[in-house]
């Protein structure tokens, strides 16, 4: 005769007395429908603001309404398929000296700096040469304004017609 497991207990919508911020409502929702509490939260935050309210006054009715967890510890561990620890040596930590990219001697920033030779005695300054002549340059001479023509002058360019 086979037996098989017993059937899991059936979920409860039930406030979260470990992970609550007001009232354990959102985690206790997020919870029974295998959320993030965070996402529950800001979902109810974003409703808060769209439907002008609504979310609060449930918030409150189930405040009242949902009981309480009876669990006195913390939260049970997610299941799923556990991972085991790294083997020691293994990434991302490699045994020292035999990294896979850069080899035996590791990273160039992590690699060890002969001291850098000092730099030569510096040359006391002296301007350079010029390297041609500079050419003369004629002086400016100021030029008089001419005196301003007279109107009834018939010498005047402008009056021959």
Do not use: K
């Not at 997020?30 to 769209?50: E, F, I, Q, S």
């Not at 002549?133 to 010498?155: G, L």
């Amino acid at each position: 005769m086979s037996s098989y497991p017993p059937p899991p207990r059936p979920r409860r919508l039930e406030r979260s007395s470990s992970d609550r911020v007001i009232g354990g409502v959102c985690a206790g929702v997020a919870n029974y429908a295998n959320l993030d509490p965070t996402l529950v939260r800001v979902l109810t935050a974003v409703l808060t603001v769209v439907t002008g309210g609504t979310p609060v006054l449930l918030y409150l009715v189930a405040l009242f309404l949902m009981p309480e967890d009876r669990r006195v510890g913390p939260p049970p561990a997610p299941t799923g398929y556990p991972t085991p620890p790294p083997a020691p040596g293994s990434w991302p930590h490699p045994p020292a000296g035999t990294d896979p990219i850069w080899g035996r001697e590791g990273a160039p920033w992590e690699q060890p700096h002969a001291p850098e030779p000092p730099a030569p005695p510096a040359a006391p300054f002296s301007p350079p040469a010029p390297a041609e002549p500079e050419a003369p340059v004629a002086p400016v001479t100021s030029v008089e304004p001419a005196e301003p023509a007279d109107p009834a002058d018939p010498a005047d360019p402008a009056d021959r017609r």
